[in-house]
């Protein structure tokens, strides 16, 4: 005969030690949340610093007191001079590069993910190889050979050179996102009598498209941020947002409010995307090294 | 006269096409001048870059007239000393086009002229339709202009300023409050620190921290020297003991008498600690100098002023000049030389005097011109008299380490050198024996042979 | 058919060697021959002021030798390895720590998440302006509000015994949510069974953490150093900003150095050596991580 199992309440186990300590156990999930959040404005602190110091009045610069006048003025004194050209030669040369990569690399991708190439392993280490590089070792030929090529400051130099780790990146990152689409799809493509790219272009890619768009965003963040490629091989021309505050650092009181301006509003459009992606950003950080 | 495109290269062919895909080049060179009401230069842009000094800071704002003039539009860039150093070097070293005229830095002469990075000028100078003769080139200091020439003579820069370290001194009524005057000799200067310093909240001394440029009156001062007989022994002899104490004496007044983190004060602090009265004696640039007695300076009453104090050797007040130059690669030397033509013109220059005071000029009309003179004079003390006497000085010689052609990699190594010492990292002997290791090392892989 | 289904296969192939080939050609363009390039420059005097070394292999290995001798590369060797293993630890410490509080599940944590991003995705640039502000004395609110309580800090990246430390804390809060995020994910693929499991066996939470999360996570912690290791000795703008260098050599690392020797002396030749062994280090240290991780791997499975 079974017996029956009744229903007990659940009791509070008997815990030694201090009342205090109990209440600590009970609202862990509350303190959590405070320390988090305590701990998230300690972190972002430096640069809550920065963004509110390109808004202070110059004379104010260096102050304090939360309540100031607003001023758009060191925005506006960023517009003259060479800023907004380098702004412009960085959105180029970050879109630029990243389709041609995606252009290059995506359907090798998909090659490498139904090829069934004996050699991917070695192909993925090479990737691997790439990212590891220190760019000295890019820069050093690339600045030398620019130089014989005529390439050295401009802007078809560095979409070039940032294919160093795009191409990789795309290859890596999209080649997980193939693997995933169930092969009967193209299959039946195939027996409709469609051709491997088309089939490729019609079932594969619209099924991959976010992760077609991650990779978009984050090959876009890599060059956009890019420092010292664009240190080395530009000089007026194509000198991107990142080399350009470079300019601004003297130290002269004054300048501090250009330097916090720009600085922020270099950094705008990579934090929106990024928190847009997040989810794929340390798989294309990690590019190349982890073992699925 | 032949410019630079009379080959087209089927590099030149590439580059015009991959910059014509994105960057429109706003080049029209070759125009001829004063077509029917245009401006002679119409639609040229120049890319010029100058390190912070006084001189190229006060140009910016002049721009606008240049471009009403000429037509020409001028993309202006005036970073810190050691970055513009660094940009230019390895600019020219391409012998790129990415600049139209730049500053020759006193140290990098002899390295770029000898290089043939750039442009020889006296063609534009003796070219009767390029400069008309009331330019006057025969005015500039000699003095200013021999480091401008290679050996043979030929000229490759226009110098701006001859750069000068005197002694300055932001609030000279404490010296006077407690018996001292302008300290004459390294050991006077020690005594005088000792009783004036943080009186009233003042530090005692301040001094720019390229080493490279203001130790070496100290340096020289006791003794020693960077190279055993330059320009043609090039052996550096940073090991000797005199090199060590004069080390062991520039980091006590900085570490004794110096505000907090004065080893990290650049031209730009120290002019600003200057005129704000917060520190008291600094071994300055007399351009920087002229500054305190300008308008937002607020020592001009309690400045005083001398040359710079002679060690237990004699007396070596630095003496450096930068000019203009145009890159061997310029696109349109021709609109580099207006440029250059007018940022150096008698009556341009003649109004940033007046106007701002500019000091340490090279044209031997101003210099000597009333208005200059009174402009020169701070607080009843006649910088300008101090200024050529300098220079005078200067021509005995010992400035000759500063032309070599690896004077740069010296030039970082006393700086790391003094750094060590004045941190306390290392002690001196230990700092300049490794300086004198490193320079020989980096000397030899620039091709000096021993 | 078997005739047609051969064809097929052929035709199949050949569309996907097709689509590998511009790729395999570009990344073989832009990293083999730069790589070789490198190498070949490594063995030349090259100095842009010396025209006539431009191809002169009269002495291939001079450069090498050279190096060996050169107190300064060893020095930046070694300034090298303190930042990298001081950066990587602290970041694996620090990314552990917030891993686990965000782990919490609240809504409050996952939307901190992406607060926690912006560090590391801002441009390294912007990251170096920011902590130069807050390292220069007269202007950082950290140094004033030290001095405001009393207990003021002298300068930090002008002192040669904390310079490197100063950057290491700025590389630290720039990386450290890359491990909190691939901890994050790999906490968050822990099944819930073993937890729950220790959870009624009484376990406190470290040993909770000790003895059920950590054998989960520590693969990916491995994972995460060595990503870390190898991004730290690219480190380059943080130094650029901060310390060019400085004081004297003591933040100078070997990544700096040959930037400093081929960039601002036109000493490309040195250079290129320079940058030739970095490689090859960064090479053999790869080759030895994954040795010990695959044999750990293999243990493990």
Same mark, same amino acid.
């Given at each position: 005969m079974q017996r029956q199992i009744e229903p007990q309440p659940a009791a509070p186990r008997a815990r030694p030690g201090p009342a205090s300590r109990y209440w600590f156990q009970r609202n862990r999930r509350w303190l959590g949340d405070m320390g988090t959040i305590a701990l998230l404005l300690l972190v972002l602190f430096p640069f809550a610093w920065l963004v509110q110091m390109s808004f202070r009045p110059n004379k104010d610069?260096? +102050?304090?007191?939360?309540?100031f006048e607003p001023t758009l003025a060191h925005y506006k004194a960023l517009w003259t001079g060479a800023f907004p050209a380098s702004f412009v030669n960085s959105t180029i040369t970050s879109v630029s590069s990243t389709v041609l990569a995606l252009v290059i690399g995506v359907p090798a991708a998909y090659a490498l993910s139904r090829g069934g190439f004996r050699s991917s392993r070695r192909i993925a280490l090479w990737i691997l190889a790439t990212r590891m590089a220190p760019p000295i070792a890019f820069t050093i030929p690339f600045f030398l050979a620019y130089r014989y090529l005529g390439l050295s400051d401009t802007l078809i130099g560095l979409i070039i050179v940032y294919l160093t780790f795009n191409l990789a990146l795309v290859i890596w990152m999209m080649q997980p996102f193939f693997d995933g689409v169930p092969r009967e799809l193209e299959e039946a493509a195939w027996i409709d009598g469609c051709g491997v790219w088309e089939a490729f272009w019609r079932v594969t890619l619209p099924l991959s498209a976010p992760g077609l768009a991650a990779t978009a965003v984050i090959c876009f963040i890599l060059s956009w941020n890019d420092f010292f490629y664009a240190l080395v091989l530009t $000089?007026?021309?194509? !000198?991107?947002a990142p080399v350009a505050? %470079?300019?601004?650092? &003297?130290? @002269?009181?004054?300048e501090w409010g250009r330097i916090a301006a720009a600085g922020t509003l270099v950094m705008l459009p990579v934090v929106i995307f990024s928190i847009l992606v997040r989810n794929y950003l340390v798989r294309g950080l990690a590019a190349g090294g982890v073992k699925e | 006269m032949a410019t630079a495109r009379s080959r087209i290269s089927r590099r030149q062919m590439l580059r015009v096409g991959a910059g014509s895909l994105f960057i429109p080049f706003s080049l029209n060179a070759g125009k001829a001048p004063a &077509?029917? +009401?245009?401006?002679?230069? /119409? =639609?040229v842009t120049l890319n010029i870059s100058c390190w912070s000094a006084t001189y190229p800071k006060l140009i910016a704002d002049y721009l606008p007239e240049f471009t009403e003039r000429t037509g020409i539009k001028v993309n202006y860039d005036t970073p810190g000393f050691p970055v513009y150093n660094q940009r230019a070097d390895l600019e020219l070293s391409t012998k790129g086009?990415?600049?139209d005229v730049l500053n020759v830095t006193f140290i990098y002469t002899s390295r770029w002229i000898g290089a043939g990075w750039l442009t020889p000028l006296d063609p534009y100078i003796k070219d009767a339709n390029k400069t008309p *003769?009331?330019?006057?080139? *025969?005015?500039?200091?000699s003095g200013s202009l021999q480091p401008m020439k290679d050996k043979a003579g030929a000229v490759y820069g226009i110098p701006w300023i001859s750069d000068v370290l005197m002694a300055a001194s932001a609030r000279f009524d404490i010296f006077k409050a407690n018996g001292?005057?302008?300290?004459?000799s390294f050991d006077e200067l020690d005594k005088a620190m000792q009783v004036v310093?943080?009186?009233?909240? %003042?530090? +005692?001394f301040s001094v720019e921290n390229h080493w490279g440029w203001t130790f070496i009156p100290f340096l020289q001062g006791f003794?020693?020297?960077?190279? $055993?007989?330059p320009p043609d022994d090039?052996?550096? @002899?940073?090991?000797?003991p005199e090199v060590a104490a004069a080390a062991e004496y520039f980091a006590k007044l900085l570490n004794s008498y +110096?505000?907090? *983190?004065? !080893?990290?004060? @650049?031209y730009d602090q120290v002019t600003e600690a200057l005129r704000a009265g917060r520190v008291n004696f600094s071994p300055h640039n007399h351009a920087f100098c002229a500054?305190?007695? &300008? /308008? =937002?300076?607020?020592v001009t009453k309690t400045s005083n002023f001398a040359m710079i104090p002679k060690g237990p050797k004699g007396r070596f007040p630095g003496v450096a000049s930068h000019g203009w130059g145009i890159p %061997?690669?310029?696109?349109n030397k021709d609109a580099s030389w207006e440029f250059i033509k007018w940022s150096m013109s008698k009556d341009f220059i003649a109004r940033l005097t007046q106007k701002?005071?500019?000091?340490? %000029?090279?044209r031997k009309s101003l210099i000597n011109s009333d208005a200059y003179k009174q402009r020169m004079v701070i607080n009843g003390v006649d910088t300008g008299k101090i200024f050529l006497d300098s220079i005078a000085m200067s021509e005995q010689g010992y400035m000759k380490y500063r032309t070599v052609h690896v004077y740069p990699q010296a030039n970082a190594q006393i700086n790391q050198a003094v750094s060590r010492v004045v941190s306390g990292q290392m002690k001196a002997k230990e700092s300049f024996a490794m300086a004198q290791a490193n320079t020989m090392a980096d000397l030899k892989r620039a091709g000096v042979k021993f | 058919m078997p005739v047609q289904r051969l064809g097929w296969v052929a035709y199949r192939q050949r569309s996907f060697m097709a689509g590998m080939a511009p790729a395999l050609m570009v990344l073989a363009l832009i990293t083999i021959a730069p790589a070789v390039y490198l190498v070949l420059t490594s063995l030349t005097p090259l100095?842009?002021?010396?025209?006539? @070394?431009?191809?002169?292999? !009269?002495?291939?290995a001079g450069n090498y030798i050279d190096l060996l001798e050169d107190p300064r590369f060893t020095r930046s060797v070694w300034v090298q390895v303190k930042l990298s293993v001081s950066t990587v630890i602290l970041q694996l410490l620090v990314g552990l720590g917030v891993a686990l509080l965000l782990n919490g599940g609240t809504r409050i944590r996952e939307l901190a998440r992406s607060g926690f991003l912006i560090p590391m995705v801002l441009p390294p640039i912007v990251v170096g302006i920011l902590w130069k502000v807050m390292y220069a004395v007269d202007i950082s609110p950290f140094h004033r509000f030290m001095a405001y309580i009393g207990l003021p800090v002298p300068s930090?990246?002008?002192d040669p015994n904390w310079a490197l430390f100063a950057i290491v804390i700025a590389e630290t809060w720039e990386w450290f949510p890359f491990t909190m995020l691939m901890v994050l994910a790999a906490l968050q693929m822990i099944p819930a069974s073993p937890l729950e499991a220790a959870r009624i066996d009484g376990a406190n939470n470290w040993q909770i953490f000790r003895f059920v999360m950590f054998p989960y996570i520590q693969s990916t912690l491995v994972v995460a150093a060595i990503f870390r290791l190898i991004d730290s000795i690219k480190a380059f703008p943080l130094i650029f900003v901060l310390t060019d260098g400085g004081p004297g050599d003591v933040t100078e690392v070997t990544n700096y150095y040959a930037y400093r020797q081929a960039f601002t002396f036109s000493l490309w030749g040195y250079g290129s050596a320079i940058a030739t062994l970095m490689v090859a280090g960064i090479f053999v240290l790869s080759w030895v991580i994954d040795r010990l991780t695959g044999a750990a791997d293999a243990e493990a499975d």
């Open positions: 610069i260096l +102050g304090y007191e939360l309540l $000089r007026t021309n194509a !000198s991107t505050i %470079v300019n601004f650092i &003297q130290y @002269t009181g004054w | &077509q029917g +009401g245009k401006k002679p230069f /119409e =639609g086009s990415g600049f *003769a009331d330019w006057d080139y *025969a005015d500039f200091l001292l005057g302008m300290p004459d310093n943080k009186k009233e909240g %003042v530090a +005692g003794g020693g020297n960077i190279f $055993r007989n090039l052996m550096p @002899t940073l090991d000797t +110096g505000p907090e *983190a004065a !080893s990290g004060y @650049t500054l305190m007695g &300008q /308008e =937002g300076s607020k %061997v690669g310029a696109k701002h005071g500019l000091g340490s %000029v090279t | 100095n842009l002021t010396l025209p006539n @070394t431009a191809w002169d292999f !009269s002495n291939p930090l990246i002008t």
